[in-house]
């Protein structure tokens, strides 16, 4: 009979113990929930077009082992950007800005196109102005990550586009900010617009991956 008590001594214990391991449990399954919301709000604030919300390294199809490449590339690269800087240059329509977004969707950070960041400095006079011309470029200078997508297509002012550009990656590279650089000029070309002293400068911690790949958008308007 005494051990029959000590047993039933036991039992409470040991009920408010699972019920205790179901709360944690839910509490745990909630914060996860809390904690992915948090990261898809952060993602979508971050600049990266509508078209590109639902995209992720998962959803970039691969079929051939060129595309297999350049992704896994571009993963390693998000895995660990630290200070370096990522170059993406190719043709239209290869997958290179859902994989630049899909950096942003991993690391955080900005994304802007060189045309906006051009009309955003050209628009930044006056009264009305969110930011001075200077605070635009420290602003782009210092955030974690950026990637400037559309790089040489300012037609307007290539000079102008030129110029920001050298100087918010120069900016960032003093800063040890990662940044990816999305253009559709091969790298030779893409060279010579930023200038090979700009580009020698940064070979320390710059990359080039030449997207070399058949356009995906006629597979995706079937």
Excluded: W
Aim: charged share 30%; hydrophobic share 35%.
């Amino acid at each position: 009979m005494s051990d029959y008590k000590k047993m039933s001594d036991i039992l409470p214990v040991i009920r408010v113990v699972e019920d205790n391991s179901a709360e944690i449990k839910e509490y745990e399954r909630h914060q996860e929930e809390i904690r992915i919301r948090a990261l898809e709000e952060r993602y979508k604030n971050s600049g990266v077009p509508e078209k590109f919300f639902c995209h992720s390294f998962d959803t970039f199809n691969v079929t051939e082992e060129k595309e297999e490449a350049v992704k896994n590339a571009v993963m390693k690269y998000a895995d660990n950007p630290g200070n370096k800087i990522l170059v993406l240059c190719g043709l239209n329509g290869n997958g290179k800005t859902h994989l630049a977004c899909s950096v942003i969707r991993k690391c955080g950070g900005k994304y802007i196109t060189s045309t906006m960041l051009c009309l955003k400095y050209d628009s930044a006079i006056g009264f009305k102005a969110d930011m001075t011309r200077e605070e635009i470029i420290e602003h782009y200078s210092k955030v974690n990550m950026l990637v400037i997508d559309e790089c040489g297509k300012y037609f307007l002012n290539s000079d102008l586009e030129k110029f920001l550009l050298i100087q918010i990656v120069c900016g960032r590279y003093e800063n040890n900010k990662p940044t990816v650089l999305v253009t559709n000029a091969n790298k030779k070309a893409f060279i010579d617009f930023m200038g090979k002293a700009v580009y020698d400068r940064l070979t320390e911690v710059c990359s080039t991956i030449e997207f070399d790949l058949d356009s995906k958008r006629k597979s995706l308007r079937k």
